[in-house]
Nanobody, 123 residues
Framework: QVQLVESGGGSVQAGGSLRLSCAAS????????MGWFRQAPGKERERVTT???????TYADSVKGRFTISHDNAKKILYLQMNSLSPEDTAMYYC?????????????????WGQGTQVTVSS
């Protein structure tokens, strides 16, 4: 059974940094498209960033230059480094994955999701 487990969320003041991690278990994979999504109360879920097997990344405009996604191929862990955080970044953050694609196409579906980790940024 595939499981994605996020960690690293917490509370931070505006301008601070956090690093989220997402560990996959129950699966052996080489190909992947993985991403971070977030959902704030009363808002729709937003795709924040994705990374594919080739290393190609995408970012939402709202986080470009502040967030960095990476994947440790040896440890099979997905990371999200978040810098210059603002209250607008407050949300539940989820990692998602598919292991049947080498690229993150815009319409790609993610069959696997983590339980989420809360990020709260105070002003």
């Amino acid at each position: 059974q595939v499981q994605l487990v996020e960690s690293g969320g917490g509370s931070v003041q505006a301008g601070g940094s956090l690093r989220l991690s997402c560990a996959a278990s129950g699966v052996t994979y080489s190909l992947y498209c993985m991403g971070w999504f977030r959902q704030a109360p009363g808002k729709e879920r937003e795709r924040v960033t994705t990374i594919g097997y080739t290393g190609t990344t995408t970012y939402a405009d709202s986080v470009k230059g502040r967030f960095t996604i990476s994947h440790d191929n040896a440890k099979k862990i997905l990371y999200l480094q978040m810098n210059s955080l603002s209250p607008e970044d407050t949300a539940m953050y989820y990692c998602a994955a598919t292991f049947s694609s080498w690229a993150c196409y815009p319409s790609i579906e993610y069959p696997y999701w983590g339980q989420g980790t809360q990020v709260t940024v105070s002003s």
